[in-house]
């Protein structure tokens, strides 16, 4: 039931919903029409009718979900509307897949299942009066500075500075265990961090650090903490969004101060070594 006036209203859909402007976006586009009429010709379903739901924003789940702490996979985010309907499920299911350089997998079709949602190849998303969505893979780092504030391999010369070049939050149990001994006092750390994330207040970091430090699992957590507030003064996000793109869950962070129970898993990375991410050193792996 290909028409020049449905694919009209396709393109001013998507790109009404800021899906434009990358090679991405443009395939997301064309695998929107190719599949929406194929699921027509061999379903029950109307592509009319799957387009006008989406058409209508009042069909889609609301934004305000983004202001809550919560996992979920991306398919519990869409509306009881949009999955009653025959074609949209097996649609959805398609245009997971799309991703492109900078734009992970999910990320587009969010703009589909949230009311007034829009999504940005340079910001990921926005919504409601000014609020910006930023969104992740899985095993995606925080930046708790911007990349040059400090040298690369200058985490390198404090761990040998402070710590008898025993770097901190290892995940190797013994080279955990080899940094502990180092430490002869834990006031230390204020030194370290201070030195390390220049203009940065690690008042709270450090407090939480000397109470942890002989705790890998907790250490590490109080840095990832302290990683994700400053990540989220460095970008003026108001809800990050990290999406497993294996199993498409979701975890949604917008309350920092309630975290606990999203059970989020933090890798610093106090040793640069090769590691030549160009991002600064002291950043932090997060895994859901």
């Given at each position: 039931?290909?028409?020049?006036?449905?694919?009209?209203?396709?393109?001013?859909?998507?790109?009404?919903?800021?899906?434009?402007?990358?090679?991405?976006?443009?395939?997301?586009?064309?695998?929107?029409?190719?599949?929406?009429?194929?699921?027509?010709?061999?379903?029950?379903?109307?592509?009319?009718?799957?387009?006008?739901?989406?058409?209508?924003?009042?069909?889609?789940?609301?934004?305000?979900?983004?202001?809550?702490?919560?996992?979920?996979?991306?398919?519990?985010?869409?509306?009881?509307?949009?999955?009653?309907?025959?074609?949209?499920?097996?649609?959805f299911e398609v245009l997971l897949?799309?991703?492109?350089?900078?734009?992970?997998?999910?990320?587009?079709?969010?703009?589909?299942?949230?009311?007034?949602?829009?999504?940005?190849?340079?910001?990921?998303?926005?919504y409601g009066r000014n609020r910006r969505s930023e969104l992740?893979?899985?095993?995606?780092?925080?930046?708790?500075?911007?990349?040059?504030?400090?040298?690369?391999?200058?985490?390198?010369?404090?761990?040998?500075?402070?710590?008898?070049?025993?770097?901190?939050?290892?995940?190797?149990?013994?080279?955990?265990?080899?940094?502990?001994?180092?430490?002869?006092?834990?006031?230390?750390?204020?030194?370290?961090?201070?030195?390390?994330?220049?203009?940065?207040?690690?008042?709270?970091?450090?407090?939480?650090?000397?109470?942890?430090?002989?705790?890998?699992?907790?250490?590490?957590?109080?840095?990832?903490?302290?990683?994700?507030?400053?990540?989220?003064?460095?970008?003026?996000?108001?809800?990050?969004?990290?999406?497993?793109?294996?199993?498409?869950?979701?975890?949604?962070?917008?309350?920092?101060?309630?975290?606990?129970?999203?059970?989020?898993?933090?890798?610093?990375?106090?040793?640069?070594?090769?590691?030549?991410?160009?991002?600064?050193?002291?950043?932090?792996?997060?895994?859901?």
């Amino acid at each position: 039931m290909y028409s020049k006036q449905l694919e009209e209203r396709i393109d001013s859909l998507l790109i009404g919903r800021g899906i434009k402007g990358h090679v991405a976006t443009d395939r997301f586009r064309q695998d929107f029409k190719a599949y929406l009429c194929y699921f027509d010709a061999v379903t029950d379903g109307d592509a009319e009718t799957t387009l006008s739901l989406l058409e209508d924003e009042s069909n889609l789940t609301s934004t305000d979900i983004l202001s809550t702490n919560f996992r979920k996979s991306l398919w519990d985010l869409v509306s009881e509307k949009l999955k009653a309907d025959i074609i949209f499920p097996r649609l959805f299911e398609v245009l997971l897949s799309n991703k492109g350089k900078g734009i992970g997998i999910g990320e587009m079709v969010l703009s589909l299942i949230l009311c007034n949602y829009q999504f940005s190849v340079d910001n990921d998303g926005k919504y409601g009066r000014n609020r910006r969505s930023e969104l992740k893979k899985d095993g995606a780092s925080l930046k708790p500075i911007e990349a040059d504030v400090t040298k690369q391999g200058f985490v390198d010369e404090l761990n040998d500075k402070y710590f008898e070049g025993h770097a901190p939050g290892m995940v190797r149990a013994k080279l955990f265990s080899e940094h502990v001994e180092s430490v002869k006092n834990p006031e230390v750390y204020f030194d370290y961090f201070s030195e390390l994330y220049p203009g940065c207040d690690v008042t709270q970091l450090v407090e939480d650090v000397k109470r942890d430090y002989k705790d890998p699992r907790k250490f590490n957590t109080a840095v990832g903490k302290f990683a994700l507030k400053r990540y989220k003064e460095v970008d003026k996000w108001d809800n990050i969004m990290y999406i497993n793109d294996e199993t498409m869950e979701v975890v949604n962070i917008s309350d920092l101060s309630n975290i606990d129970s999203l059970n989020l898993k933090f890798t610093p990375k106090f040793k640069r070594s090769r590691d030549t991410q160009a991002i600064a050193d002291g950043y932090v792996i997060v895994k859901i």
